[in-house]
Each structure stands twice: as C-alpha cells, then as structure tokens.
C-alpha cells in the first residue's frame, strides 16, 4: 500500500508543493542531490541521484510522484540532453508503480500566443526550447504512465530567485531602496501573466488526486494580466518603497550581445513573451479543479514578506522614496 507522496527537486515548485502535502496531513518524501527540502515533521528528505540507478528505490512506494526538477543550466543544450531521459526514467518507475506523475509545464510549447493562451490551444512550436517542451509533453502522453501537466507562466512568490522575472534581480532591489535603473526584458507595459507558485503547488497536488485530470494538460489558475511595470509597483506599494527608475533590455541590443555570450542568447530566444501580450487563461482549469487564483496584492505580500525575512530585513529597512 503507499504510504507517501514522492517529490523530485526542492526548487519554488517542489518545496511549495511538499508544504502544501504535509501540510495537509500526508507524508512526503522530497528527493533532492543535497538533501534540501522544507522542514516538516512529516517530510522526509533523502538524497538521491535522479539519473541514477536507485531511483525506483528512492521513489518507493509513492502514491503520486510530483517531478519538479530541472535541467542543470537555462540552456537549451542542457535541456535536450537531460530532460527527456529524467523524465523517461521517472515515467517508467511511475507506470511500475501505478501512481501518477504530476509535471509543472511552461508556455513555452504553445503557438499561438496573439490571444489568451487555453488548455485546448496547440503546443507545438517548432524550435528552441519551446520544442524541447513539446517533445516532452508528446512523451508523456505515450507513456503507459498516468500523467498530468499542470501549465504556469512566469512566476511570482516565496522561493522564486534567479529564475524568476521578479525574483532577485527585482525584490531584494526594491527592499533595499537601491536607485539605480531596473531594466526588464521586452517591454514594460505589455500585460503578461504571472503565476503565484503556491497556486501553481496547490492545482497539481489537486490534480494528482483526480482521475479526471488523468492524461490533460490543465492550467494552474493564474489571475489576470498585469504588466512589468505595475507588477514592480504593486511590490514596490506593498514594501512600502518607492519605485526606482524602470527601464527596458532592447532586444536588438541583447540579439548583439547574444552572438559572444550564450547566456543572453537563449534568454533573446523568449523575449517575444515579453515584448507583446503574453496571457494565460485558466478559467476551465479553474472550474475543473475547483480552484481560485490568489489576488496579486496577496502574492506581493507572501512575496514581499520572504524576500524580507530571506534578506533579515524589517519594515523600518524600507527606504520610501
């Protein structure tokens, strides 16, 4: 009989995900290479290599595996070569099992992107990493494995750091009172979509126990657009500082730079999200699991408040301008 969840990375996704479980009364397991995870009485974190041949041991006896590791570099190149076999592995423990694989996905696989993006839209772009994304998600609904691909857009909230839009580049810039120019990708006043992670958590640990999410793909309920601009103010408002000088990374500059430095490169690859409207809708996946996004004041204020404790600042280190 299974007596756990198993959760594979201990990123934003993976931690909120096991806090949500453990929260909720059930064990959890978080699998990690460093053995990091939540502190929790009923977490159990154990270190293990992934790509390794102890994985169906290190899973267990899982009632749900919640696989929320990634490749090793934002670098397509690293995705092509890690990703497909993670996630091949992980299918295959998984179908033995028969539990459920619950996967965070991206945006990046979808097409049409000059309107609301639905569950229902193709996911089928043909380059870069949005291909690695399509070739994934074209593998798991081979897989004999029950699968279900929980959608996101750029993420907002505790935990999210170098990866995230309006992680650390951002709010520890903001709680600080720095005054130098905040440059963002693309555009400052096309509305975008932001996921808080916690909404992100809480539909796959919902969707992992409903039969009727088995094989979709669902969107993680995701509240209305905002763009980078009021997204700065709104976590500027709820710090209690003043919003420094904004201004934009010229993509023909960034496409420059980007044929020396790899790293610029890739990030060139997605700025169409940025530069045009970029938006999620998660209304049926919203009525399908019974879900309500968080309000965007609500997840500046989780967000504001980790970055503050994270920091080891307090309200009075605010520098209101």
């Known amino acids: 009989m299974s007596t756990h969840h198993t959760v594979i990375g201990a990123g ?3 931690r909120a995900v096991a806090e949500q479980l453990a929260g909720a009364g059930h064990a959890v397991r978080v699998l990690t290479r460093s053995g990091s995870g939540p502190d929790h ?3 159990e974190r154990r270190r293990a290599d992934v790509a390794g041949p102890g994985l169906a041991e290190a899973v267990g006896d899982a009632h749900a595996v919640f696989l929320c590791l990634h490749a090793s570099a934002y670098d397509v190149r690293a995705w092509r070569r890690e990703l497909p076999a993670l996630e091949a592995a992980v299918l295959r423990v998984a179908a033995d099992l028969g539990a459920p694989v619950v996967f965070p996905e991206s945006l990046y696989s979808y097409v049409r992107t000059d309107r609301p993006m639905t569950e229902d839209d193709p996911r089928d772009r043909a380059t870069g990493k949005g291909a690695v994304r399509r070739d994934l998600l074209r593998a798991r609904a081979q897989s004999p494995a029950t699968t279900v691909s929980v ?3 750029d993420f907002v909230g505790p935990h999210v750091r170098a990866g995230g839009h309006l ?3 951002v709010v520890p810039a903001l709680l600080r009172g720095e005054r130098r120019r905040l440059r963002v990708l693309g555009s400052l006043d096309q509305p975008h979509s932001w996921t808080f992670v916690p909404d992100l958590a809480r539909a796959m640990v919902v969707a992992a126990a409903d ?7 669902v969107h993680a309920p995701t509240a209305g657009p905002r763009t980078q601009r009021e997204m700065i103010h709104l976590l500027a408002e709820t710090a209690g500082v003043g919003t420094p000088p904004l201004g934009v990374l010229p993509t023909p500059v960034l496409r420059a730079v980007g044929l020396a430095h790899r790293q610029t490169r ?4 997605i700025s169409y999200q940025f530069e045009r409207p970029f938006v ?3 209304t049926a996946s919203e009525a399908r699991l019974g879900l309500r996004p968080t309000t965007p004041e609500e997840a500046a204020r989780q967000t504001v408040a980790w970055w503050r404790d ?3 600042l307090d309200e009075s280190s605010a520098a209101v301008a």
């Open 167 to 169: 992680g650390e580049r």
């Open 12 to 14: 934003p996704v993976g």
């Open 211 to 217: 039969p009727a999410a088995a094989g979709r793909v």
């Open 280 to 282: 999620l809708s998660s």
């Open 266 to 269: 890739e990030l060139v690859e």
């Open 41 to 43: 009485p009923l977490v």
């Open 151 to 153: 959608v996101a857009s």
């Open 310 to 312: 994270e920091l080891g």
